[in-house]
């Protein structure tokens, strides 16, 4: 769901189509007034109004719960991981621009938590950190992604997930059948709203639709697993 959304009842109206139309996990952002700060200034207005407090995370976690979904969120600093683990979050997600935050990731597992981290290189072709509560979401930061840059096939293997910054439902669907044991998508209520994320985002319709197609296929290759 990240951050498009206006106000915090729309947020759980998000937490639950995404539940409706198949999805098993809802993240957010948990970021701070430095990330609103360095933010572009017309943007700073929006991430400021949806910025997570201890209530609103409480708040939406709770919402999640009741409804069988989980809820999780990434954290863009170490106070934002105390915040989230106040509130018993059990999962986390590194973005991209930290993924070399030694700080922040140690700080995540010692606590015992699974944790995603988003990278554009694939584990197998760089110093990766090797932990079992990592899982790597192989992406490419450019909002959108041109699908001539992706070269999947080269990039994703068994083990690893994929992050998708386009708006495409084929994409995440090949991620999977390349191996992929995670999806993550943006989500938007529409693509006419102008969301932040608008651009890569998928609306729930084609969330549905990509459930449905990778259900589809794990049922047809289950016997070859």
């Not at 950190?129 to 979401?137: D, E, G, K, S």
Request: with cysteine; proline share 6%; glycine share 4%.
């Amino acid at each position: 769901c990240g951050v498009n959304f206006n106000t915090f009842e729309e947020a759980e109206e998000m937490i639950r189509l995404s539940k409706l139309n198949g999805a098993t996990h809802v993240k957010f952002q948990a970021y701070g007034k430095d990330v609103v700060d360095q933010a572009p200034i017309q943007l700073r207005p929006h991430l400021s109004s949806v910025m997570l407090d201890k209530e609103r995370v409480l708040r939406l976690k709770g919402y999640a719960d009741n409804l069988g979904i989980i809820w999780f969120a990434t954290p863009t600093s170490m106070d934002r991981v105390d915040l989230l683990e106040e509130c018993g979050v059990s999962l986390y997600k590194i973005r991209h621009k930290d993924s070399k935050n030694i700080k922040l990731i140690d700080k995540i597992l010692l606590l015992g938590k699974p944790v995603l981290i988003s990278t554009s290189i694939p584990p197998l072709d760089m110093q990766a950190r090797y932990h079992p509560l990592i899982t790597y979401l192989i992406c490419d930061p450019h909002y959108p992604t041109p699908l001539d840059t992706l070269h999947l096939y080269e990039r994703i293997h068994y083990g690893v997930g994929y992050s998708n910054h386009t708006p495409h439902v084929a994409v995440p669907f090949y991620a999977v059948t390349l191996g992929a044991v995670a999806v993550e998508v943006h989500v938007t209520p529409s693509h006419d709203r102008g969301d932040i994320d608008d651009n890569v985002s998928l609306d729930f319709a084609q969330l549905r639709q990509l459930v449905e197609m990778i259900n589809i296929y794990e049922e047809m290759t289950r016997d070859k697993k």
